[in-house]
């Protein structure tokens, strides 16, 4: 048996340390042990790929025990990444869920042995259905991996466990190349964050892949005036349209400058009303287009020396469409 470097003992060190030294060692072996499983991918990953990747029905995965977990996980994730997939789980595919396993999918099956004996029935169907068959094990020369049409061997590591006995650094190495799998068939098939948006509509990150054509404000709430306007005026509209801020444009409409409450109070002066609001603008305000994603506006706010709570929403010759403030995005959940 193959043990991991021994943990300090607990009268080595103060109980805490001695919780640390076990936890960093966990980490850096199975860290190690994911270094090595990237180093290892080679042509029978592409081919993986391309397998599932041509599937015309689902990507159908299953594991037993703690490889069961991890393959739960792995369809989830590739569900929701354009992928169809399922779970299902070796034991009641024996008793009748093989029937969920039609022609057209495709299977992934985890087994950290490669000799699971629940699997066996399910690997069996695949068989006999002409079903591409993905194994993913770190036995070379296991029942899986002979059986399988394309075999993933996960590389020779020791479990971070100091026994050497609990699933740990395997089913961390199961985890990653799943994942691996899920990112190289999104990349294949060109998936956009607004495909991701389809599949995660609630929660918070729901919010951040709304467009921002869906949160602002526009046609008569948009606070807008031309360089020639008098501040006395300019103030009224900054008021009246309560962002705080004021965009300046030009006689075709586009967007040149802003006047906000910081350039007010940095242009207090007893002439301030009768001055022109080019006067007082800055120049080039930061601006994002409409069809930018919630969660790129949020950045585009806190980006640079300071942070702004509006920004206006331009087409593509800078003319403004409408105005979005930190309030909508804290309102849509996404800050």
Do not use: W, Y
């Amino acid at each position: 048996m193959t043990l991991t470097a021994p943990i300090p003992a607990p009268h080595a060190a103060p109980e805490e340390n001695g919780d640390l030294a076990a936890g960093r060692a966990v980490i850096e072996t199975e860290a190690g042990a994911l270094a090595a499983l990237a180093r290892s991918l080679g042509d029978e990953f592409s081919r993986a790929v391309a397998l599932l990747a041509g599937a015309s029905g689902r990507i159908v995965v299953s594991g037993m025990g703690k490889s069961g977990h991890v393959a739960r996980k792995i369809a989830a994730t590739l569900a929701s990444t354009g992928a169809p997939a399922l779970f299902v789980h070796p034991g009641e595919a024996s008793h009748g869920d093989l029937g969920m396993i039609v022609p057209g999918d495709a299977v992934l099956a985890l087994s950290n042995s490669g000799e699971t004996a629940e699997l066996a029935d399910l690997i069996a169907h695949t068989r006999r259905f002409a079903l591409p068959l993905v194994g993913i094990t770190a036995r070379p020369g296991s029942a899986l991996a002979g059986t399988a049409d394309i075999a993933l061997i996960l590389p020779a590591a020791p479990e971070a466990c100091p026994m050497g006995l609990a699933p740990t650094t395997s089913t961390t190495m199961q985890l990653a190349l799943g994942d691996a799998l899920a990112v190289a068939l999104l990349t294949r098939r060109g998936f956009t964050a607004a495909d991701f948006r389809q599949f995660h509509p609630g929660g918070r990150l729901g919010a951040r892949l709304r467009h921002v054509r869906d949160l602002m404000h526009a046609g008569e709430a948009v606070p807008l005036a031309t360089p020639e306007t008098k501040m006395a005026r300019a103030m009224l509209v900054m008021t009246e349209k309560s962002f705080g801020c004021l965009g300046i444009v030009d006689a075709a409409g586009r967007l040149i400058g802003i006047i906000t409450d910081g350039d007010l109070r940095r242009a207090m002066a007893p002439d301030l009303l009768e001055q022109r609001a080019d006067a007082v603008m800055t120049r080039a305000p930061r601006r994002i287009g409409p069809d930018a994603l919630a969660a790129e506006a949020l950045h585009a706010m806190n980006a640079g020396p300071r942070p702004i709570t509006s920004l206006f929403v331009t087409d593509a010759e800078d003319r403004p469409l409408g105005i979005l403030h930190l309030h909508d995005l804290l309102r849509a959940g996404v800050a």
